[in-house]
């Protein structure tokens, strides 16, 4: 059993500030890539930032120089501090987890519950 916990959304103006961090416990043999996603109303969800297992980050074009994701690999976390904050930000932001239980198992995707983040104008 793989859980991951998120916390860290709310309501913020634009301009401003929040950290968003996810924790994944359980029977974990190894993690490869962690990321958040995020889904507007009435879109698709959509990469915000990925980190794997060496450091190596992406971001969506949207997000670069505003937002970094970074990663606890004794803690198996991941954050993403999200700065400068706009209206555009708003959405519901998935944690995606790429793990496997055991040695010989192939890596698998685990999502967060979600978490939404609100920015107003």
């Known amino acids: 059993q793989v859980q991951l916990v998120e916390s860290g959304g709310g309501l913020v103006q634009a301009g401003g500030s929040l950290r968003l961090s996810c924790a994944a416990s359980g029977s974990i043999f190894s993690i490869n890539a962690m990321g958040w996603y995020r889904q507007a109303p009435g879109k698709q969800r959509e990469l915000v930032a990925r980190i794997d297992s060496g450091g190596i980050t992406n971001y969506a074009d949207s997000v670069q120089g505003r937002f970094t994701i970074s990663r606890d690999n004794a803690k198996n976390t991941v954050a993403l501090q999200m700065n400068s904050l706009k209206p555009d930000d708003t959405a519901v932001y998935y944690c995606?987890?790429?793990?496997?239980?055991?040695?010989?198992?192939?890596?698998?995707?685990?999502w967060g519950q979600g978490t939404q983040v609100t920015v107003s104008s």
């Open positions: 995606n987890v790429q793990l496997r239980q055991r040695l010989f198992d192939l890596f698998r995707d685990y």
